[in-house]
């Protein structure tokens, strides 16, 4: 059973102000925890507040720095918060890494992305992090560095 986004920002609020209580921030309104919570998370103070009054969720992006922020374990914030439920936690703990090697092509189609620029942009970045962690491992980083 889903929860209502708006009950759903209003649980994950909650969690989020005992998560950053529990780690030191006075986020009660004009304290100035909200502003220092914001900053540690590197996410706007309005956003902060947005999510503790239980109006909004974070975006996903900001779910790994607002829990590394208050000192929990994202899927613990993600399931306390009731953003997953306790079975899709179990699922994703335990899912293998993949083997299989994908190219950038396969890559950018798995992760849906249709738009020309972006997928040759991402394409290079793929490349480019594939180049620098061969080199990595045959040391050529090291020394080109050096030179």
Known sequence: ???????AAERFGRFL?????????????????????????????????????GKTLPRPAQMESLAKAVGVDVLEMLVRGNVISSENR????????????????????????????????LIGQIEQA??????SETGEVDAASRG
Do not use: F, H
């Open 90 to 121: 179990n699922e994703a703990t335990e899912r293998p890494v993949a083997s299989a090697s994908l190219t950038p092509e396969e890559a950018v189609d798995a992760w849906g992305i249709t738009n020309p620029l972006v997928r040759k942009m």
């Open 130 to 135: 594939i180049r620098l962690q061969e080199e």
């Open 1 to 7: 059973m889903q929860i209502p986004p708006a009950e």
């Open 17 to 53: 102000a005992e998560a950053a209580t529990n780690a030191g921030y006075d986020v009660r309104p004009r304290a100035g925890g909200r502003k220092q919570l914001a900053e540690a998370a590197g996410i706007s103070a309005s956003a902060i507040s947005r999510t503790l009054d």
